[in-house]
């Protein structure tokens, strides 16, 4: 049997380090190698079909701000959650979001429903007891379907400016776990996670009694601040207005070495900037939070060279303060989700997150 490792050193760079970035030639000769065969290949090449064709169909709606929804594809037509899932997606579109959905029924057809084919996307997946898709979403022009579960996943989260969660199964209750990993851990960009259902429902409330008795209290197995990554609503004006006002000034963010560039849609007030100073002080260490020019050569990003911007050397073992003092950028703003009265109308849409031109 050949060796996988010459050495037991070898073995622990390879285990502890990243992997080493390669070009595209490079990895065209990893893949026609020999070195691999079989099984292997093929879920390499299928992985990276997927992908491309992932982004290909993407590409023209990049800067379109989006929304994913996850729901049981079990809702009938009639249940209240089918049709809050509709007002808020149809709110949602009139306010310029996308929504991204399984292309499945239930929840997965509500939302293309409310929001309209042209407002749409649907990331299917192969699957023998689901054939086809749902009709909405069946005149639109952004419909892929995967064979591999994760590269559906993958497409969930890494397009979504705002993540909501109606009731389900083990499929809605994964997609909750994984955002609420990926948020938790920063493997994602900071985003609203929204968890919706009808006035009086109790799903969410049980939901949150485990998470709170099990995991917090319980086992201490997640922090009390973990509880800040999700919000509930009933209310589908409520929600789209959350998702509004968590952009309301935050845009998006980088990282560089060490730092945390966060990009502004409007500067930082002096005195919201001292709170802000003091109250995180512990999590931004010496360094604070201080003003900065972008660092990057303006002409790669010509549309976000004009934004403010905010750099950081926190603790970034710590993501979920990141998460809160994102939220926090907002707090001198008199308006919430919840106060939908202090203001006359809900802001213009946000830009996305992850807009990277070349």
């Not at 079989?38 to 879920?43: A, M, N, Q, S, V």
Request: glycine share 6%; charged share 30%; proline share 8%.
């Amino acid at each position: 049997m050949k060796n996988k490792h010459v050495s037991y050193e070898e073995f622990v760079y390879d285990a502890t380090s990243p992997l080493p970035k390669r070009s595209p030639e490079e990895i065209a000769k990893l893949i026609l190698s020999d070195d691999i065969n079989g099984y292997d290949k093929k879920l390499i090449l299928n992985t990276v079909n997927e992908l491309f064709e992932t982004a290909k169909l993407l590409q023209e709606i990049r800067t379109v701000p989006k929304i994913t929804v996850f729901g049981s594809a079990r809702t009938e037509k009639e249940h209240p959650d089918y049709q809050l899932c509709k007002e808020f997606s149809a709110q949602a579109a009139n306010l310029g979001y996308m929504i991204i959905t399984g292309a499945g029924p239930g929840i997965m057809e509500a939302a293309p429903e409310g929001a309209g084919p042209e407002n749409s996307i649907g990331v299917g997946i192969e699957l023998p007891f689901e054939k086809g898709v749902c009709e909405p979403l069946k005149e639109s022009k952004y419909l892929i379907t995967y064979k591999y579960f994760f590269c559906r996943k993958l497409t969930f989260i890494r397009e979504a400016d705002a993540v909501v969660l109606f009731p389900g199964g083990f499929g809605t209750m994964d997609e909750a776990f994984e955002t609420l990993t990926l948020l938790h851990t920063g493997r994602s960009m900071p985003v609203p996670f929204v968890l919706m259902e009808e006035e009086g429902g109790t799903y969410w409330e049980d939901w949150m009694q485990f998470v709170k008795r099990t995991l917090l209290k319980d086992s201490k197995n997640i922090s009390p601040n973990d509880l800040y990554l999700f919000r509930r609503f009933s209310d589908p004006t409520e929600a789209v207005d959350y998702i509004n006002n968590f952009y309301r000034r935050y845009h998006s963010m980088r990282y560089v070495d060490d730092s945390v560039i966060i990009r502004l849609n409007s500067p930082l007030p002096k005195s919201l900037l001292e709170e802000l100073k003091e109250e995180y002080a512990d999590f931004l260490g010496d360094f604070g939070i201080q003003e900065t020019e972008p660092l990057s050569d303006p002409d790669v990003e010509p549309d976000l060279a004009h934004l403010p911007r905010i750099m950081l050397k926190p603790n970034l073992t710590r993501p979920v303060d990141l998460y809160c003092l994102v939220r926090s950028l907002n707090r001198e703003v008199t308006a919430s989700s919840t106060r939908r009265q202090d203001r006359d109308e809900i802001s213009p849409p946000p830009r996305p997150t992850r807009v990277r031109k070349k």
